[in-house]
């Protein structure tokens, strides 16, 4: 088994080895050229970031700038819509459900070094992060490697998300905790007690 299977798999990894730095090397080129593309041009963008993540829904929308180790293994359905200052540490498999909005500083890191310093010296690991559908992540929040976030979920701004959240939920904080359910009674709701004044929400 080669380095970048290991990483792959959960494993300690070296992570120059078996074309892994030319991999992330790659990556960062078209990181650049999505980050400094003409604004206007957003069909060039869209080029540039179809390239860079080919395993990611075309109906997605990621406002630069925008930075990752691979792009290849990042998989993230359709609706898809990030704001500015996305970092995606994805050195195992990233996966994004539909119709997730993230907001702005946000990192998703499924990087990991061991805790002893001479382990630490020579090697890393990657653990999975899945991200379920519907979920708004808020601004500032970091998400750890292994995390599983439900479906349909909000993830408060200035979180570190260190364990599962389970669906249909509203979690916070540091370390990120489910502090309530959400029901179709919080649909009337737009921002906290403010109620919609239109009909075809």
């Known amino acids: 088994m080669n380095h970048k299977e290991r990483m792959l798999k959960?494993?300690?990894?070296?992570?120059?080895?078996?074309?892994l730095f030319e991999e992330r090397q790659r990556a960062k080129a078209l990181c650049y050229s999505?980050?400094?593309?003409?604004?206007?041009?957003?069909?060039?963008?869209?080029e540039y970031l179809k390239e860079l993540l080919p395993n990611a829904s075309e109906n997605i929308y990621i406002e630069p700038p925008f930075r990752c180790d691979y792009g290849t293994n990042i998989y993230i359905g359709d609706g898809f819509y990030s704001n500015y200052n996305l970092t995606v540490l994805d050195c195992a498999?990233?996966?994004?459900?539909?119709n997730v909005l993230i907001?702005?500083?946000?990192?998703?890191?499924?990087?990991?070094?061991?805790i002893h310093h001479l382990s630490r010296k020579k090697y890393e690991?990657?653990?999975?992060?899945?991200?379920?559908?519907?979920?708004?992540?808020?601004?500032?929040?970091?998400?750890?490697?292994?995390?599983?976030?439900?479906?349909?979920?909000?993830?408060?701004?200035?979180?570190?998300?260190?364990k599962n959240i389970?669906?249909?939920?509203?979690?916070?904080g540091n370390p990120c905790k489910v502090i309530r359910r959400i029901t179709d009674e919080d649909r009337?709701?737009?921002?906290?007690?403010?109620?919609?004044?239109?009909?075809?929400?």
């Open 125 to 162: 690991y990657a653990d999975e992060i899945v991200i379920g559908n519907n979920v708004w992540i808020g601004a500032n929040v970091v998400i750890n490697p292994g995390v599983i976030i439900g479906d349909n979920s909000v993830i408060g701004s200035g979180s570190v998300v260190t």
């Open 103 to 114: 907001g702005p500083n946000v990192c998703i890191t499924t990087a990991g070094h061991p």
């Open 34 to 46: 999505i980050n400094t593309c003409d604004p206007l041009d957003v069909d060039k963008r869209a």
């Open 166 to 172: 389970s669906s249909d939920s509203v979690a916070v």
């Open 93 to 98: 498999r990233v996966i994004i459900g539909s």
């Open 188 to 201: 009337k709701y737009y921002y906290k007690d403010r109620i919609f004044d239109v009909e075809d929400y």
């Open 10 to 19: 959960g494993l300690p990894y070296l992570s120059n080895e078996d074309g």
